[in-house]
């Protein structure tokens, strides 16, 4: 038996798109004389399409291409069977379903029996679960079809094992974190031990708003064995071949070797999210404002490699708290990059918005207030260069300052794609290092340098926050882990700490609740993971 694994990267919405990928995907697999074509969960209209599932004309439509997806298909290969994911509606229920296509007709349908809904899922919200096995014939054996959350459970799979099957193929939206990956194999190792089945294990891989995923499809034979792997963060296809032995399937070994490096996947997960952002959008590039500090600095390096320097702008908005060594540097990165760079000073701006302040600030001491000005400047001309340009903003914030609040509304969080928002301070050093492995794009001192906001002199970063370490460990312990912060202070960490970055937390979710979107990469992102009320009265 072959088996065509389509790792694609889709579009949310773009069905006809979406069904030429497939078709091709079919035709790559008529070729090798494959069997069967697996492509990712929902695969016609991709995942997640949120409430376009709302909508009956986008059921009907995702219908009607899938249809006559099975007749072009059938003109390839009329016993090629090609699974497709679709909504599927029957007697006024909605499921998420996956359709074999062969022979020009849609010959089955698998309904997902397991429903996420919880972290970045909703499926709950639109779709009713299946209950019954799906179980297709192939070369006299019997293949048993699974969608996403069903592998994470044992009832489906083993409801398939009972009815006959010889083998599960699962088809996949999952998202990529830095968790993800080896709970994926975790379960279907656990799935095989219960049913002494292989696995086919075809994911979706690209951007899709604030999530990423990552594709690293894979094979599983009987024992919990890898036999075969797909790349990360890339499209691909692969032949799977399995024969028949002692009336089991054994899944051939095609060897191939994965980096088990969290940092690599990260920027790769970042140059992703970038790419499919803009692309997927139809905007012709970005802008983004190269402060010379270490944040913007690795934004500028994923948007190079995400999008090629011709398609990547630079400002530089100094004023007179700015270092000259902040200058330099940016300078140097842009030239090392090759993108275009352009310098605007701030300083008499700034001094008009002072004068024109003067009456309303009269009185009141100098505080963050003259600071926030210099950032709201930086963000309109930005935005400016965005408007008549069509170029694209990302901003530069990371994890760190959004869970404090150490960002500016309108200011330098005023944008359209924040690269960063699920990095804290310590995974940017990281990548910064990890980048400039393969050439330095980044200046040493950027990266040894104490951090600052450079709004006043001699101003740094931990001049208003913890030192980021422990600044990183308490975000990990409270966003992440749910932990309280007595439990926090237990771990060692000193309590005033702990009780000030959670009430920085606290106090700022409205700014939280106004940033852009920006890629998910940890296990709890801000925006669908994090989803606490601005108005609340708890206190931990």
Known sequence: MKIVVAQLNLLVGGLAKNRQKILDAAASAAAVEADIVLTPELSICSYQPEDLLLRPSFIAACKSEVEALARDIAALSPALAVVVGLPWREDERLYNAAAVLRGGVIEAVAKKAELPNYSVFDDKRYFIAGQEPCLIGVRGMKVGILICEDIWFSSPSKRAKEAGADLICVINGSPYDTEHFAAREDVCRARTQETSLPIVFCNLVGGQDEIVYDGQSFVMNAVGEISQRLPGFVEATAVVELESTNEALQPKLVRGNRANDAVADVYAALVLAVKDYINKNGFPGIVLGLSGGI????????????????????????????????????????????????????????????????????????????????????????????????????????????TTGYATLYGDMAGGFGVLKDCDKELVYALANYRNQFGRVIPERVITRAPSAELRHDQKDQDSLPEYPVLDEIMALYVERNLSIEEIVARGLARADVEKVVRLLRINEYKRRQAPVGPRVTPRAYGRDWRYPITNGWRD
């Open 295 to 402: 944040d913007s600095a690795v934004v500028l390096a994923v948007a190079v490699d995400a999008l090629g320097a011709e398609r990547v702008r630079c400002v530089m908005l100094p004023s007179k708290f700015n270092a000259s060594i902040s200058l330099e540097d940016a300078r140097w990165m842009a030239g090392v990059q090759g993108v275009r760079y352009d310098e605007i000073g701030i300083e008499p701006i700034y001094e008009a918005f002072e004068a024109a302040l003067l009456d309303q600030f009269k009185g009141y001491p100098v505080d963050a207030s003259e600071e926030n000005l210099q950032s709201r400047i930086r963000g309109t001309l930005l935005m400016a260069i965005s408007n008549k340009t069509g170029n694209l903003v990302l901003t530069t914030g990371n994890k760190s300052e959004m």
